[in-house]
């Protein structure tokens, strides 16, 4: 049995396990407590094809882990793991008939984002079927890694303390009801930009690997970037509707990628 084909059974099996649960418990948030777990198990599966000896496949697994449990992390902490649905999903639901949000639970939810993941991971693949030498590239991908995952880290935290002030009632810095300090002066979704960031390095990886960034693999980091935007656009529409200052915010701030801001126009 390849790496690839348990890699498609385990997804198969968290997929299985995501819908059945969201039918039992009306919880469409399934695979976002798989999100920052199922990668680097897909990782990982990879390099163990290569018996953990091949070192950018180690390396990739490695950086995927740090991913992960950064990401397992925060998620927890806003209460991800304790019955809490994603509150985008509670809006679609009040959109359509019951059946409707089940198709969208089905196909989109469960079966696309969890093949998102496996796609995302495939870079990996590539890599165990290019096996060569670790070279500079591999280290300035990493270097460049670490640093969006710091930056990820940090757009993170400011949210965190943000919405900590401001649900203890405390003065905070962003008066309008949402975090336009920090990283977000810059960008409306820098952590967003940092987490696309790093899944486009993974496949730099792959590329590296096969000497030529024509890869099929690129699909993952190309969807995983579609999946963001689509979600910037549904989240922004969201806020637009609750804070009366967040189109102000929209017009002078980058939506993704991080840039001074523009001068309000007179």
Known sequence: MTPLLIVLLVSGVIATGCWILSLITHDTSQVDRMWSIAPPIYLWIFAAGAGLSDARLDLMAVLATLWGVRLTFNFARKGGYSGVEDYRWAVVRKSMNAWQFQLVNLFFIVIYQNALLVLIALPG????????????????????FVGALVGETVADQQQWEFHRRKHA????????????????RYSRHPNYFFEISMWWLMFGFGAVAAASLMQWSIGGAALLTVLFVGSTIMTERISASKYPGYSAYQARTSPIVPWPPRRASI
């Open 125 to 144: 693949w590539t890599a165990l079927q290019h096996r060569s030498p670790l070279g500079p590239l591999d280290i300035v991908l990493a270097v460049l």
């Open 169 to 184: 009632g405390e003065p905070v810095a962003a008066s309008d009801g949402f975090v336009h300090e920090g990283l977000f």
